[in-house]
């Protein structure tokens, strides 16, 4: 379901990416790989906020995830690309 999530969005479809994450969620908590591509569509959509959340479950979830970890290291250039 992340994949074709992923794909949703990649898409140009938010609110169906958004209801297929949703339920991956549900359907797996704790997903680390999940959470990350979750967070990353939400960055696309100007959300910064709710990416910032999702990077920090994921980190939660899997500290080794690499993704995740690097985010911390990526989050002035993430929120610079949002609001500039």
């Given at each position: 379901?992340?994949?074709?999530a992923g794909m949703?969005?990649?898409k140009g479809e938010p609110k169906r990416a958004q209801r297929l994450f949703e339920a991956a969620a549900k359907?797996?908590?704790?997903?680390?790989?999940?959470?990350?591509t979750?967070?990353?569509?939400?960055?696309?959509?100007?959300?910064p906020a709710k990416a910032?959340?999702?990077y920090h479950?994921?980190?939660q979830s899997d500290a080794s995830h690499v993704p995740s970890v690097q985010v911390p290291f990526m989050k002035q250039t993430?929120?610079?690309?949002?609001?500039?």
């Open positions: 379901m992340q994949a074709w949703e969005s990649k359907a797996e908590p704790g997903n680390a790989m999940l959470l990350n979750w967070a990353t569509h939400e960055k696309r959509r100007g959300n910032k959340e999702l479950q994921a980190l993430i929120y610079r690309s949002v609001y500039s």
